[in-house]
């Protein structure tokens, strides 16, 4: 069976090798970057999920929620968002994301909100 | 010839009195470094004092009636026309920040008071009020709470890799049978999780010091966060909480900031009662207040140290006892978001029998008439 393949959006190059592992290791396939480049490309190399962070160096995360979602080839990858902020949660199901995880995350809650998606 | 005899005490000439009073109130409103203002039994302003005209760079005809109102920054505009004419309504006092347009054309931010007046009759007179302008300050608070934010998301990125590491490692560990490493890496992510609790508190410090510990304000069942909160915490410990008592009633506030409490008073009774099996929560309804009770069967509080457990830094340290750990943070941040819901918090405790922590809160209106 194919692998479920997740992208991670995020600043900060420790917190995606971390959560590379951390989601390998359970068997999703995983891609990271600091941007929403990767997004541009075919349907059948875009990911199932993304997690995205509120707040990329000096850029809103929460604006390329609202453009994935506004879009029609990638309108249905669930998206994630999370921050260091406990009282974010509003602001980005505003935005049009998915779900919220505050930062720093507990393995077995981000492992099963994901599951929920894909 | 009688030289008419000058009236020995003169009985004051009222008109004399007034026009000294008078005077008296024009030099000390002119004079005092606030900007100063009447109005009427209608909304419509009678006065302004020269402080206020200068400010403004106007004049007293322009800024009379509502003309005064020509000058809010469009923006705070309907706020500040809602405030003053529901308080007006009510004959009660006010207190409002908006921005008025300076002389230079450069909005500033003033903080405005008015109260109602009488006539020794009791009849309204009418509002007087006064305003400061605090852009100054305003902007220093600004910086800060910027500050804060990052300073947050700054702190706690490190610790979200450094304790996702852990946890992967933990996996990798458990699935190779390490039971050793297993440990370790738990005491790690133990120390993690005081280590982002400690930033938040912190936070809240800074917060606090700058009023702007509580976010939100709305009416909520207060009951019903008790028993979420109840159940949240439940799943963390073998102690059984026991919401003996409850109070259907609303509060009105941050609801974040009451959990906080909540939580706060529910950990530190199960983390100070470790031989213990219970903590006992209740809910009661007091002459317009409600009051919710902690109580804990655990090491209980000396009566001198009852006094300054509120306080900053404050830690249980017997010293014929393990130190609790904690930065002892959180009753001081417990007391000012209560302090800030305009409610009350304290302690009934026994040294080796327990204590019972208790906050109260005024029942938010609505719900009191539905009650009765």
Not at chain 1, 99 to 118: G, M, N, T
Not at chain 2, 270 to 285: F, G
Request: proline share 4%; glycine share 6%.
């Amino acid at each position: 069976m194919q692998k479920k393949k997740i992208l991670i959006i995020d600043d900060d190059p420790d917190i995606l090798f971390s959560l590379q592992i951390l989601l390998e290791d359970v068997g999703y396939a995983v891609e990271t970057s600091d941007n929403d480049d990767g997004l541009r490309g075919p349907h059948d190399a875009l990911p199932h999920l993304i997690l995205l962070d509120l707040l990329l160096s000096g850029r809103d995360g929460s604006e390329i929620t609202r453009q994935l979602k506004s879009q029609e080839q990638t309108r249905h990858i669930p998206i994630i968002m999370f921050s260091a902020h406990p009282s974010a949660g509003k602001l980005v199901l505003a935005a049009g994301a998915d779900d919220f995880l505050p930062k720093p995350f507990e393995r077995a809650e981000l492992l099963a909100r994901i599951a929920c998606y894909i | 010839m009688p030289i008419p005899a000058k009236k020995a005490t003169a009985s004051p000439d009222p008109e004399e009195i007034l026009r000294e009073s008078e005077q008296r109130f024009r030099l000390m409103s002119d004079t005092a470094p606030v900007m100063i203002w009447m109005s009427g039994t209608t909304t419509l302003c009678t006065y302004f004092n020269k402080v206020w005209l200068d400010f403004t760079g106007r004049t007293m005809e322009q800024e009379l009636g509502n003309g005064w109102a020509e000058g809010v920054h469009p923006d705070d505009f309907e706020r500040c026309l809602t405030i003053y004419t529901t308080s007006f309504d009510q004959r009660k006092p006010f207190s409002m920040e908006y921005r008025i347009r300076r002389y230079d054309g450069v909005y500033r931010w003033i903080l405005d008071n008015g109260v109602p007046r009488f006539t020794p009759n009791g009849a309204f007179a009418g509002y007087i009020g006064s305003g400061i302008d605090i852009t100054e300050l305003k902007e220093a608070n600004q910086r800060k709470d910027e500050f804060i934010s990052m300073a947050s998301h700054e702190l706690k990125t490190p610790v979200t890799s450094i304790k996702t590491f852990t946890q992967a490692l933990s996996y990798r560990f458990q699935k190779q049978g390490d039971e050793e490493c297993l440990r370790i890496l738990s005491r790690m992510d133990a120390q993690l999780d005081k280590l982002t609790k400690l930033i938040s508190d912190l936070l809240d410090i800074a917060k606090i010091q700058t009023g702007k510990l509580t976010l939100r304000e709305e009416a909520f069942a207060l009951d019903e966060l008790v028993v979420e909160i109840v159940d949240m915490l439940q799943g963390t410990t073998r102690h059984q909480l026991l919401l003996e008592q409850r109070a259907p009633v609303l509060v009105f506030g941050d609801q974040d900031r009451i959990g906080q409490v909540l939580i706060n008073l529910l950990t530190n009774a199960i983390m100070y009662s470790p031989q213990a099996d219970k903590v006992a929560i209740c809910l009661e309804k007091e002459q317009g207040n409600v009051v919710v009770s902690v109580q804990d069967f655990g090491i209980g509080i000396a009566e001198d140290q009852i006094e300054k457990i509120f306080e900053q830094f404050y830690q249980a340290a017997d010293p014929l006892e393990k130190t609790y750990p904690g930065l002892g943070i959180g009753l001081y941040i417990s007391s000012e978001i209560i302090k800030q819901h305009h409610g009350r918090i304290w302690v009934q405790s026994k040294k080796g029998a327990g204590s019972t922590f208790m906050f109260c809160l005024p029942v938010y209106e609505e719900s009191s008439r539905d009650l009765d």
